[in-house]
Every structure is written in C-alpha cells, then in structure tokens.
Nanobody
Framework: VQLQASGGGLVQAGGSLRLTCAAS????????MGWFRQAPGEEREFVAS????????YYTDSVRGRFTISRDNARNTLYLQMNSLKPEDTAVYYC??????????????????WGQGTQVTVSS
C-alpha cells in the first residue's frame, strides 16, 4: 500500500485546513485508517481514526469537536477536516493504514503503512 498525504500549509489560528490521503496498491475499503501528528522534539501521537466502512470514528481529546475524519472508499481517499486550528496543532501530519484490521485503533503499532507526512503550521 502506498499512501500520499497532502493539504498541509500555513494558516492563522482559528482557520481551517483539509488534509487528504490518497491510497493505492491494495483494497482500501477493508482497512482501518488513522491520522497521527508529530511536533518537533515530540513523539508521534494519535489524532483520529476511522473503521473500514467509515461508520465509526475516534478522536484524541484535544481535537474532538474541531477535527473530522472521513473516507471515500470509492476514491480510495482518507480526509481530515481541521477547523478552529490552534498553534498547538502545528506538526507534521501522517496518514496510516492497517494491513489486516478493519476497526479503528489509537495505537501506532497496529498500523502497517504510513504516508510521507504533510506539514501543518498554525500561527498565533
């Protein structure tokens, strides 16, 4: 599976961005997928996850109510809509896919495929 993340950029606090992750090389619709982020000097952390059908999602507390994860299985694409952005959201954002699992999960070790990352910078 190849994952290509895009959509990052520089935005002012309170603004919005939509990240996109295009998947190829395998049946996308049977994989649970997620978004993680990594700020400079920090560990990569979980942001949001979605099950294979798109019917179940989960968010880390700091983004719940501001971010929305979704997927279009017909287009093999994963999205992360980010609203009300804060400076602390600044990080490189990575999309990830599970090889065998259909459920959402928060653990990095359960994801087998990773995109290259896209930079999100939120200015105050």
């Amino acid at each position: 599976v190849q994952l290509q993340a895009s959509g990052g950029g520089l935005v002012q606090a309170g603004g919005s961005l939509r990240l996109t992750c295009a998947a190829s090389g395998r049946t996308f619709s049977t994989s649970g997928m997620g978004w993680f982020r990594q700020a400079p000097g920090e560990e990569r952390e979980f942001v949001a996850s979605i099950n294979s059908s798109g019917g179940s999602t989960y968010y880390t507390d700091s983004v719940r109510g501001r971010f929305t994860i979704s997927r279009d299985n017909a287009r093999n694409t994963l999205y992360l809509q980010m609203n009300s952005l804060k400076p602390e959201d600044t990080a490189v954002y990575y999309c990830a896919a599970r090889r065998y699992g259909v459920a959402w999960t928060t653990q990095r070790s359960t994801y087998d495929y990773w995109g290259q990352g896209t930079q999100v910078t939120v200015s105050s």
